[in-house]
């Protein structure tokens, strides 16, 4: 495994030698914050393209198909539209807080960007309370989405809000308490890193079976619930409000507003890689040798995007299937179903690692 | 502090939405005043006129001949079956008695369109709850309909096949065999169609207990079709009062008695095997013959009241014609189902939801242009 | 019941009908307008007539003597279809007729419908308002002698 | 008891009923190379096929001498119902008998205000008039929906009605 904490520390040494520490920080922190939006900006066009494309297959069309071979340019060319856009607004809107809510979502997704592990020493903010930190920033999206809605002064966008604010307050619940929780117990720490190095001799989706296939499909629910995507799609619910809270955003600003809700699926797919699935760890079946070490040459930043891929593929496959939930819905499936199960779930898994059942 | 006062104090304001008319779900120009309580729906006041275009008006200044084009503008998705009624008014005024060839293909093509009908209606259903793919997978099948009507018809939506006195075509070689495959690969489809909406748990949620029309309501208020028969309202046209060939088929007529959105939803896709039943029934039997009746150039129908009624996709259909004697009719009325079915959406709808309102709407299967004729 | 059997009933019941010619379609009777809702009441409870489906209600304008109001009504039991006419005083000002919509709630919207266009007032109806047209327009367009030069083509 | 085993027994066969839409759809997705639907429109315009019978736009059929089946009998115009033929004509004198006959000048076609309800062509004695497979209405100008259909010179010709009635 290589250690990319080697290839970062010689950077710092070769820019330490050059100049004063001060510049140093303020430097490397210039290029990790370049690297990470330029990683936000490919993801979201990526993101954008593989949708539309999965989209296209699953409905028997093909999806984009001019702009570039098989359409592949589609979501560049509609950003430069997006950007060049002009920024309409009705004059009835709260100023300050209306251009302020897009900033808000997309911050809450670069922010939980910086403590995933792409690979082995591959984490720009390495802390020990990770998960802790992902659960409470992701919750600063929210603010934003009730932002918007807010101060749009449209009644579709507050209602679409309002869903939003209460699906992710409680959604949140069964998601950090229950779900991660359980592998938290098995691996013993909040450290993304060191979750992903405790899957070592197998991913925990595995190892703690029962109980941690039971949180892996909580988590994967609640992800979705998360991100705002069917069948949980009801802040902006296309068919009873439009277009939800950024009905009245236009240009760049619904730009952010559509990228976060892609990199947030992303984040979501990462994390259940990372904790579910041995983050870039590769795959490995016990006993065969030749297959686990040729499996070793791929390297972990590969491996992790790969699982991300997987999973979500999976979230579009649930977009382009489901129907929607109405409100009260969705608040029912969480309090009276996933809630208690998770919680159960957490007994059980606490029960599972105190008898040492674990693989 | 007695309890009452605790709940004046808790009263929160009733706010309006204005549903429409611009809005995806209003399926056209329907704008609906809402009357919500946060979610909670108060009243639903529909206003209409959107797309009025006076077509009752434009009747009394046309000759009968010319009036069946117009009728393919009102539910355009039964447009076969609106001409039918214009030409059967016309005919039966007349005395007119069309051969055995027209009424077989009248009815072959008025449950064709039937079917492209109600399966647009369940892409558009899918959508509305959410599922974006149904409506996809409907369109494949839609399409393959709206191919033989292009061939037979020369057109695929606006048809005017129907003129009075018979059929402006005979209908085209290749017109069985199509048909035939058609129904081949539907009957493939439709049990997918169950599998991916109607067995989907959500989507039962969303529709079971939504929209609740009992039996007395559906009769008073002028419910009919597929909206009514999921109230156990045996109204089916095609079964009261027989028209074109509907008389020598055997067919069910689908009564699904709870009432509620996702028995409507059940009645049209049960109806969607009753429709491939009776062109089974049909096709092979095509009798040989002409395919219209030599009829003046033009019609003038004798001094009095002629009604006719006839089953549209989405429920009764009736012209009624007053005529003076003269080239064009005194007074042309559409009675049309989607205008009384609009009816008794405020009434269901009141304590729903708006995610539901939407449910209903797309369970009664609105198309505008019939409501605003 | 059959069209000479209901014929007959109604005749024993109410006084002053007015029954159309033989050859008609269905069953067609001319109710004073004075009469409408006790007619309708007596329609729809009586026994052995129930007719309790109003499928189509229809404004026509008789010019030059006066508007009238087209009622198809049919039993869902029976199936038998009777077609009641009603006529208002005159053209111009006596333009009112009793409402039957809180005996048929379908008629709710249909006289909405025949307010809006042909300007029947029905008297007692709970909210009488335009339904197609805007709330200032000016006549009532399936009237006869209705012009609009801008949007009518005259043939 | 039972409670909790309809509990758990409602969440299973909901679970189930989700898995059975997503293998429908997952089906079509690793068909779908075969089964897409998609025209490549503008890109496959030379391979479209239509029924013979689209009615598309009208069109005046002329053959090589310019000559045309209209006699400017109006059956047409009249019998439209939204006004979108126009026939203009005047009266000549036949060269051979001297019987003053309608002879046609200009046959102008609202293309915007037809509804391609077919009565036109159904009425034409002659057979002049037809529907064509041009479905490519969209210009720039309204003025040009409104197009003069016969060619500029164009006869009218007994032998050419004789003989497409023949047919």
């Known amino acids: 495994m290589y250690d990319f904490s080697k290839m970062t520390g010689a950077i710092h040494e070769w820019l330490s030698s050059l ?237 952010f507003f559509f990228l976060s809700e892609f990199v947030n699926m992303f984040i979501i797919s990462a994390l259940a890689v990372t904790i579910f699935l041995g983050g870039w760890l590769p795959f490995h079946i016990p006993g065969w040798e030749g297959f686990n070490n040729s499996m070793n040459y791929i390297p972990g930043p590969v491996w992790f995007f790969l699982k991300t891929g997987v999973i979500i593929f999976l979230l579009m496959w649930f977009r382009w299937t489901f129907p929607r939930l109405r409100i009260d819905q969705i608040l029912t499936l969480e309090w009276k179903y996933l809630l208690p199960i998770s919680l159960l779930n957490l007994v059980l898994m606490a029960f599972v690692v105190m008898m040492g059942w674990v693989f | 502090m007695t309890t009452t006062d605790v709940n004046t104090n808790l009263k929160t304001q009733e706010y309006l939405i204005n549903m429409g008319p611009q809005h995806p779900a209003a399926h056209g120009v329907l704008r609906l005043i809402l009357t919500v309580d946060g979610e909670i729906i108060h009243k639903v006041d529909p206003d209409l006129g959107y797309i009025h275009r006076s077509i009752e008006k434009m009747c009394e200044r046309d000759t009968y001949k010319q009036i069946v084009h117009l009728t393919d503008r009102l539910d355009y998705l039964s447009s076969h079956i609106n001409n039918e009624a214009v030409c059967l008014a016309v005919e039966n005024a007349l005395g007119i008695e069309v051969p055995d060839r027209v009424k077989y293909i009248r009815t072959i093509m008025a449950e064709l369109t039937r079917l492209a009908s109600h399966q647009l209606w369940w892409g558009v259903m899918g959508m509305d709850i959410g599922a974006l793919t149904a409506f996809m997978y409907a369109f494949r099948d839609r399409e393959m309909i709206n191919d033989i009507m292009e061939e037979t018809v020369g057109a695929r939506l606006t048809m005017n096949y129907n003129i009075p006195g018979g059929l402006m075509f005979d209908i085209h070689p290749g017109f069985q065999k199509k048909v035939k495959d058609f129904i081949k690969h539907f009957r493939k489809a439709l049990p997918e169609y169950n599998t991916l909406l109607s067995d989907n748990i959500i989507f039962k949620k969303r529709l079971q207990g939504i929209g609740y029309i009992s039996k007395e309501d559906a009769i008073a208020y002028g419910v009919s079709g597929p909206s009514a028969r999921g109230s156990g309202i045996s109204c089916d046209v095609r079964k009261i009062h027989p028209y074109s060939a509907y008389d020598k088929v055997e067919f069910n007529e689908i009564l699904i008695e709870g009432g509620d959105s996702y028995d409507r939803y059940m009645v049209r896709m049960k109806e969607m095997e009753e429709s491939m039943n009776i062109i089974d029934q049909l096709i092979d039997n095509i009798p040989e013959g002409d395919f219209q009746v030599k009829t003046p150039a033009l019609i003038k129908l004798p001094k009095g009241e002629y009604y006719q009624k006839v089953e549209t996709a989405r429920g009764e259909l009736g012209v009624f014609i007053i005529s003076d004697g003269k080239k064009s009719p005194y007074r042309f009325k559409f009675r049309s189902p989607g205008f009384s079915n609009l009816s008794i959406l405020d009434k269901i709808s009141r304590g729903h939801k708006i995610a539901d309102l939407v449910a209903i709407m797309s369970s009664l299967d609105f198309v505008i242009p019939d409501i605003d004729r | 019941m059959t069209r000479t059997e209901l014929q007959s009933f109604l005749t024993s019941k109410v006084e002053g009908l007015e029954f159309g010619e033989e050859t008609t379609q269905y069953l067609t009777v001319t109710v004073p307008r004075e009469k409408l809702r006790d007619f309708m009441f007596l329609l729809k409870d009586t026994e052995e007539l129930a007719f309790d489906y109003m499928f189509s209600l229809t404004a026509v304008d008789w010019f030059p003597k006066y508007l009238g109001v087209v009622y198809h009504l049919e039993s869902t039991k029976y199936r038998h279809i009777l077609v009641v006419h009603v006529n208002t005083g005159n053209r111009e000002d006596d333009i009112s007729v009793d409402t039957v919509s809180d005996i048929y709630p379908t008629a709710h919207f249909h006289e909405r419908e025949a307010y809006d266009l042909m300007g029947i007032v029905f008297e007692g109806h709970s909210d009488l308002r335009r339904l197609f047209l805007t709330d200032d327009w000016v006549g009532h367009p399936l009237r006869k002698d209705y012009v609009d030069e801008a949007n009518m083509i005259v043939k | ?79 439209c119902p939204n006004g979108s033929i126009e026939v203009v004509w005047h009266r000549e004198a036949d060269p051979e008998t001297g019987k003053k006959k309608k002879v046609l000048d200009k046959y102008v076609y609202h293309l915007s205000m037809c509804t391609f309800c077919n009565l036109c062509v159904l009425a034409c004695p002659t057979e002049a008039i037809k529907m064509n497979q041009e479905f490519e209405t969209a210009v720039y100008d309204r003025s040009e929906l409104t197009k003069v259909l016969n060619k500029p010179g164009s006869k009218f010709s007994q032998d050419f009605v004789d003989k497409s009635l023949e047919k």
């Open chain 1, 19 to 255: 100049m004063p520490s001060i510049l140093v920080t303020t430097i490397e922190w210039v290029l990790i914050g370049v690297v990470f939006l330029a990683l936000f900006a490919i993801l979201g066009l990526v993101l954008v393209i593989l949708e539309r494309k999965i989209a296209g297959f699953f409905q028997f069309r093909l999806g984009p198909n001019r702009v570039g071979p098989y359409g592949m340019f589609q979501t560049v060319a509609d950003t430069v539209k997006l950007l060049l856009k002009e920024l309409v607004s009705t004059n009835k809107v709260d100023k300050f807080l209306y251009n302020v809510a897009p900033f808000f979502v997309i911050i809450a997704p670069l922010m939980i960007m910086a403590v995933i592990p792409y690979g082995f020493g591959l984490t720009a903010y390495d802390i020990n309370v990770g998960l802790l930190f992902v659960m409470a920033v992701s919750s600063i999206g929210v603010v934003g989405i009730l932002l918007a809605g807010w101060s749009s002064n449209n009644k579709y966008s507050l209602i679409g809000a309002m869903r939003s604010g209460a699906v992710i307050i409680s959604y949140e619940l069964s998601m950090g308490l229950s779900a991660l929780l359980a592998i938290v117990l098995l691996a013993g720490s909040l450290n993304l890193n060191d979750i992903v190095m405790s899957q070592q001799a197998g991913w925990w989706l595995f190892r703690g079976h029962i109980p941690a296939i039971i949180a892996f499909v909580i988590y994967i629910i609640t992800g979705t619930a998360e991100t705002n995507r069917v069948p949980f799609d009801l802040t902006e619910a296309e068919s009873e409000l439009g277009a939800g809270y950024h009905a009245e955003y236009s240009g760049i600003k619904f730009a």
């Open chain 4, 1 to 79: 008891m039972n409670a909790i085993i309809n509990y758990f027994s409602e969440v299973l066969n909901g679970g189930i009923s989700l898995l059975k839409g997503m293998g429908i759809t997952g089906k079509h997705f690793v068909r779908s190379p075969k089964e897409i639907i998609t025209q490549q429109y503008p890109e496959n315009k030379d391979t479209l096929v239509f029924g013979e019978r689209f009615r598309a736009q009208l069109f005046m059929e002329h053959n090589d001498e310019n000559q045309i089946r209209c006699d400017a009998c109006q059956t047409c115009e009249t019998v």
